[in-house]
């Protein structure tokens, strides 16, 4: 449902923001605009160089280890990889709740919980690198045959490391925005202003993270 | 400086805590089942070889509308853009549209590639059919290595 | 300071309650040298940066198609003066075949780049927007303030790279792979490939941090009474300019990441099947596509046209509405067809890749959406036609070269029908004929656009006149200059010469445009020399031109001219005036002009907008 509006409101005649929003809150949602281009770009070379080659690794194949229960569990470590980010968004939104409520406690709760599951998927990113890294994966060299047997070119490896890796450097990003969030918050800088919009748009951000993992997963993992 | 940022602003919500927090746990349990739905095809996928290509295509096809279920949730409930005025909601939707035509064209051409590549290269062709040993595990293909 | 005194002066006469206003001036606070001119916040000043930077680059990237102009136009001949200048690089005073692809390059990625779209709609849209929607400054003056910095960086990276050993990037300005994905492949493929990657990156990054500004100052700062349709068509024009730069850079970005990878981390996102001769070896790169490359870049590229041509369709609407004392023409047609432009410019791309091996079937229906661009622009050649008819026109410095630039945008926009064609391609693509059209339609007009612009808002920028006969010299002999350099490379395109060559003379079917291509390079410096005297002209003008003695000297109706003379930072002194009116009451009610703050009085005609 839209918002409520008065019924006389003439949003375009100026004076005033036709969306009812902040400037910095539109500026984030149109950067963030920007960068699903980026990123849409990204994927959608992927999907050009796979529709253009004969075949393409099982991603299955390639992604069925878990740290310490050995290898053979497909999908397993990044269902793992997956819930976390919902977890530390559905924190982040609880932050940004908080903020409108203009509870500072709980906004400081909410934001260490974000960072903690930025952190940890940060972590999981960092341990399947490795792994891969360690089995001969790396950008430039794939050890991983096609689904149907044939060899296959480097790129798989090429646009999982780098896509992942733009990835990974949003989450870092984001994590880094949300620590800054937490020192203002600590230091009552929202208190003073008498508002939380700035956790507002670190929240758009950290959301738009995780909808990148939302495709991400699903191209590299499932499809 | 002069600027009086808060003219931008022409009213505020009543804030309605319990109810926004209700529908933050509706929306995290309704993601959470579709990412289960889309783990569970996905295995489906992985276990049966055997899938016919219609089927497996069908499949595909399924988990990529759940994602984009699953992009719709988080951009209109956790990025409250549902609750956006409406002619906000389309300076963002209505542009996303372009990717449309910017997914079709280029997966079109790739797949034009692959096929002119296929018709005028038999050489490609034939080598992209040869089976090979699967290498072992942990030695790092050098020989794909670029030298510069 | 003499201005200052000069603008309380001009105040003080103007206004008599602005004295109370005095809590609104918290920026009265000494603004030290480094604040003001360097790292200025104020859109005013950002403007003039972006705009003395452009300047600069456009003489440089002028001076290289001097350059291999000289080359083109005497083949046999050497200019010893050339080797004291680029050292090995014109040996024996004839310049060097790498150099001469590096000058090329060059020439594209700095008009293109740093001229046309930094120059360009980083000077208006800082300077305008704020002043015509009736704004004290933009959105966030700290992020405006970066984004010129980001482009003084990448112009300092793009500017080094012509001074390393191998030379600056050398593949043509859409450096395309493999060439420009392999160092061994030439020269200009090394560090200078590097380096232009880098500073493309620092410039998208400026595009991006502009442009968030643009769009949201557009939309939520506008003064009461603003609505979106009662913005001059400038501000529409750079609003869409904005939302283009938004979405069409990324993409770009991402294509050089995947470059740069291609590089230096030995993937093969654009790489297959390379056999090279420079190191008589098979690459093991496989599966990788330099069509993908061609599409990313065109993504962007093909948009970019228009981030260049639509700032100035809307300062050439803006000019040409304010002296021709008339109404423009079909308001809404123009934001209209501005708008169909920016949504076509996204779907066109493939194009410029109608030979490259994109699939034929596809490329058919990137004909047909590529020709529908054709109605568009149209609809604002006649709709700007239509506001000339008629009209009282004062020929001023700026509204010739906005009659200049429909002309061009029409001879230049016919020629764009032809090579919309896939199959009339097949014979036009990388000849003369595609230089010439694009020239004509985004490089040329667009420079004119640039140019009314400059002359008409110059007086609002500095305070003073630019000098008219230079003003009237530079346009004449810049206007017949452009027709006689492009006009004849449509011919030679037709017979096929092929564009990027260095020397012609071994090829029996060119020798015939010896004598042509010799008068192309002469008139190629006459015009170059008069842009000289227009650089002198501003640069004068900005100390020594003719004062401006009253606060709006065009009779202009929009809002820039109720601020003073010379506003200081913030715009306006007092409260921001209200709008009443759209900008094009001119010639209404037998009044010459109505400024936009004057309220609709009773007995007033109804407004025209449609």
């Not at chain 3, 050292?87 to 004839?94: D, L, R, T, V």
Request: include cysteine.
């Amino acid at each position: 449902m839209a918002q409520a509006v008065p019924a006389e409101q003439k949003w375009w005649s100026g004076g005033k923001s036709p969306f009812n929003v902040e400037y910095g809150k539109l500026m984030m949602w149109y950067f963030l605009m920007s960068d699903a281009f980026t990123f849409g770009a990204f994927l959608i070379s992927y999907g050009t160089i796979r529709f253009a080659s004969n075949s393409w690794p099982d991603p299955n194949e390639v992604f069925q280890s878990f740290p310490g229960l050995g290898s053979g569990l497909p999908l397993l470590f990044v269902s793992l990889m997956t819930f976390i980010l919902i977890i530390s968004s559905v924190t982040m939104v609880l932050a940004v709740q908080a903020g409108h409520a203009m509870d500072k406690k709980s906004v400081v709760r909410n934001l260490v919980l974000t960072i903690i599951g930025g952190i940890a998927f940060l972590s999981c990113q960092a341990w399947e690198w490795s792994h891969l890294y360690h089995e001969g994966a790396w950008w430039g060299s794939n050890p991983f045959l096609n689904a149907d047997g044939t060899k296959a070119t480097t790129n798989f490896s090429n646009f999982f490391f780098t896509i992942t890796g733009f990835h990974g450097f949003h989450v870092f990003s984001g994590v880094v925005i949300n620590i800054i969030m937490l020192i203002m918050t600590l230091n009552n800088v929202f208190e003073r202003k008498g508002h939380y919009l700035m956790i507002e748009k670190a929240g758009l951000y950290w959301h738009f993270v995780d909808l990148v993992w939302v495709f991400v997963f699903t191209v590299f993992y499932l499809v | 400086m002069h600027q009086d940022n808060n003219t931008e602003i022409t009213f505020h919500h009543e804030y309605d805590r319990e109810a926004s927090r209700k529908e933050v746990v509706k929306i995290t349990v309704i993601l959470s089942v579709i990412t289960l739905i889309e783990l569970a095809l996905g295995f489906w996928l992985y276990k049966s070889p055997g899938m016919s290509s219609f089927m497996v295509t069908l499949v595909k096809g399924v988990i990529l509308i759940l994602m984009l279920a699953k992009a719709f949730y988080i951009v209109a409930y956790f990025m409250h853009l549902k609750h956006e005025l409406r002619n906000m909601i389309m300076t963002i939707v209505v542009p996303l549209l372009l990717f449309v035509w910017f997914i079709i064209a280029f997966l079109a051409d790739g797949n034009s590639y692959k096929n002119l590549k296929n018709t005028y290269d038999p050489y490609h062709k034939e080598q992209s059919q040869k089976k090979v040993e699967k290498a072992e595990h942990g030695s790092k293909e050098t020989d794909t290595k670029v030298g510069h | 300071m003499s201005q200052e005194v000069n603008l309380n002066d001009q105040v003080g006469a103007m206004t008599t309650h602005e004295v109370h206003h005095d809590e609104h001036h918290g920026h009265h606070h000494k603004e030290t040298f480094i604040t003001k001119y360097v790292f200025s916040q104020d859109h005013k000043m950002i403007a003039k940066q972006f705009l003395i930077t452009g300047i600069i680059w456009a003489i440089i990237g002028g001076l290289f198609s001097v350059m291999f102009r000289l080359q083109l136009g005497f083949p046999n001949e050497t200019f010893p003066f050339l080797e004291n200048i680029l050292g090995k690089w014109a040996a024996g005073g004839k310049i060097q075949p790498e150099f001469y692809y590096a000058l090329t390059t060059m020439h594209g990625t700095v008009l293109v780049f740093f001229v046309l779209t930094a120059g360009l709609s980083g000077t208006f849209s800082n300077f305008l927007i704020p002043l015509q929607v009736g704004a004290r400054d933009m959105a966030s003056p700290f992020m405006n303030m970066l984004s010129y910095w980001f482009f003084f960086v990448a112009s300092i990276i793009m500017i080094s790279s012509l001074f390393v050993q191998t030379g600056p990037a050398s593949g043509g300005w859409t450096v395309y792979p493999p060439l420009s994905a392999l160092g061994d492949a030439s020269e200009g493929s090394k560090i200078g490939m590097d380096l232009w990657l880098i500073a493309m990156a620092l410039f998208v990054v400026n595009s991006l941090l502009g442009s968030l500004n643009y769009i949201s100052t557009i939309l939520n700062m506008r003064t009461k009474g603003m609505s979106m349709t009662r913005m001059p068509l400038t501000i529409w024009a750079l609003f869409f300019t904005a939302v283009l730069g938004v979405l069409s850079f990324p993409v770009l970005l991402s294509g050089f990441i995947l470059l740069l990878f291609d590089r230096h981390a030995g993937t093969s996102f654009y790489l297959s099947d390379i056999f090279l001769a420079s190191t008589q070896k098979a690459l093991p790169n496989e599966g990788g596509s330099a069509i993908l490359y061609q599409h990313l870049f065109w993504f962007l590229g093909h948009p970019e046209v228009y981030i260049i041509i639509l700032p100035t369709m809307g300062l050439v609407s803006d000019v040409m509405s304010a002296n021709a004392r008339k109404p423009i023409f079909g308001y809404m047609a123009m934001v209209g067809s501005m708008f169909a432009i920016a949504v076509l410019a996204f779907l066109v791309w493939a194009h410029h890749m109608f030979v490259t091996g994109l699939n034929p079937f596809l490329g058919a229906f990137f004909v047909l959406l590529t020709l529908l661009i054709a109605v568009p622009s149209a609809i604002k050649v006649f709709n700007w036609l239509t506001t000339l008819w008629r009209g009282n026109l004062r020929f001023t410095p700026g509204m010739l070269f906005s009659i200049g630039f429909v002309s061009l945008f029409i001879s230049g926009g016919l020629t764009g029908i032809f090579l919309g064609n896939s199959t009339l391609d097949i014979h036009l693509h990388d000849t003369y004929f595609v230089i010439a059209h694009f020239h004509i339609v985004m490089g040329v007009s667009a420079f004119f656009g640039m140019f009314a612009g400059l002359y008409h808002w110059f007086p609002k920028m500095y305070g003073r006149y630019m000098n008219n006969t230079l003003a009237y010299i530079h346009f004449w002999i810049t206007l017949v200059g452009a027709y006689l350099i492009f006009w004849p490379m449509h011919y030679q395109g037709l017979a096929g010469v092929p564009r990027r060559y260095l020397d012609f003379s071994g090829w029996e079917s060119f020798n015939q445009f010896d004598g042509l291509n010799r008068f192309i390079s002469i008139v190629t410096i006459m015009v170059f020399a008069v842009q000289l005297l227009f650089v002198f002209n501003f640069f004068y003008s900005i100390f020594k031109g003719r004062r401006v003695t009253t606060q709006n000297p065009w009779g202009a109706t929009s809002l820039e001219w109720t601020t003073p003379i010379n506003p200081g930072h913030g715009n306006w002194e007092g409260e921001i005036p209200e709008v009443h009116r759209w900008a094009y009451d001119y010639g209404k009610d037998g009044r010459d002009f109505i400024p936009q703050t004057e309220p609709i009085s009773a007995n007033e005609s109804p407004e025209s907008k449609h």
